[in-house]
């Protein structure tokens, strides 16, 4: 069987991409995502199954056994069917030499960071870019070959973080522009030529993988570094956290406070005081404002988070 557009993907995101491009653009012809099974052995932030696609818009799912698409079940898959364009959304990890071979005008997908490729290439780079404390984002759509985030640059979008932004607000503004891209990958696709740019000015450097733990907070920190932080690891992802008397405390949604008054009584991490189930904290250059929290300890009056 011959399939024309492929989505690739794991997550939420990806269930938006699909509708976007079946509901606005042309047919999707297929998904491939991982099952649940999977998911077991691979941490996936924000992780959604997808079968529920066909019975919505009748669009065939593949779940393959591998994260690395690997398995005999999607190689054998792959070798007894034709493709022609794969668009990966959502989709955190390599895809081999023996499936991008498969398709005949390629596999893209997206890699941004506040510069050019190949400049920020890796792991996370929307948590590390405000983390960083980056004001800006240029968004990636390249072709896909056997490195991670070749500079094989379709087209590129930029867009601002601003301090107000948390890792989901940035994800909006990256979805809106990852449409704007795929528009304009699936019209070149449609007319038989889809231009690639592989030449590039910048310096390669790296995003290293970031996991849970990473979320952890120290209070040694400026002000500053701990809200990029909270604000670059909420939800969809696992959060920032602390301790508060020997449990987990996950800090959802924190912002500067006051950096003038006089908290020198106080040391960092120790809780200043609680408005409406609200926690000022103590830091070293002044005080955060913890707006959204979760911890099976309800905090008081100078407990310390550590």
């Known amino acids: 069987m011959k399939y024309g557009v492929v989505v690739f993907g794991v997550k939420d995101t990806t269930e938006n991409i699909v509708s976007f491009i079946q509901e606005q653009l042309r047919p999707v012809d297929l ?18 199954g997808l079968s529920g696609m066909t019975k919505r818009y009748g669009i ?27 668009i990966s959304m959502g989709w955190q990890r390599l895809i081999p030499p023996s499936v991008l071979e498969r398709f005949r005008y390629g596999i893209y997908g997206f890699h941004g960071n506040c ?5 920020g290439r890796g792991r996370s780079p929307l948590n590390w870019s405000i983390l960083l404390g980056d004001t800006r984002f240029n968004l990636n759509l390249f072709r896909y070959d056997e490195k991670a ?21 940035a994800q909006y503004k990256n979805m809106i522009c990852s449409k704007n891209l795929i528009r304009r990958l699936l019209l070149a ?30 209070f040694h920190k400026r002000t500053r570094e701990i809200y990029n932080l909270i604000r ?33 009584a106080f040391r960092p991490g120790q809780i200043i005081d609680i408005f409406d189930e609200k926690l000022i904290v103590r830091t070293v250059d002044g005080s955060l404002l913890v707006d959204r929290y979760s911890c099976s300890k309800k905090p008081a009056v100078k407990d310390v988070l550590e």
């Open 31 to 48: 998904i491939i995502t991982i099952s649940p099974e999977v998911t077991r052995h691979n941490q996936v932030s924000g992780y959604q």
């Open 60 to 86: 065939p799912v593949h779940e393959a056994d591998s994260y690395f698409l690997t398995d005999e079940k999607t190689q054998r898959f792959l070798s007894e069917n034709e493709f022609e364009i794969g």
């Open 115 to 119: 510069g050019y490729l190949p400049f």
């Open 149 to 169: 985030d070749s500079p094989n640059v379709f087209a590129t979008q930029m867009f601002s973080l601003t301090p107000h932004d948390t890792i989901r607000t």
């Open 189 to 218: 696709y449609e007319q038989g030529n889809i231009p690639i740019r592989t030449v590039s000015a910048d310096f390669d450097s790296w995003y290293s993988k970031r996991t849970a733990e990473d979320g952890k907070v120290d």
């Open 232 to 264: 670059s690891v909420s939800e969809p992802f696992p959060g920032a956290f602390a301790y508060l008397g020997g449990e987990r405390i996950t800090l959802w949604e924190a912002h500067p406070f006051d950096e003038i008054m006089d908290f020198s």
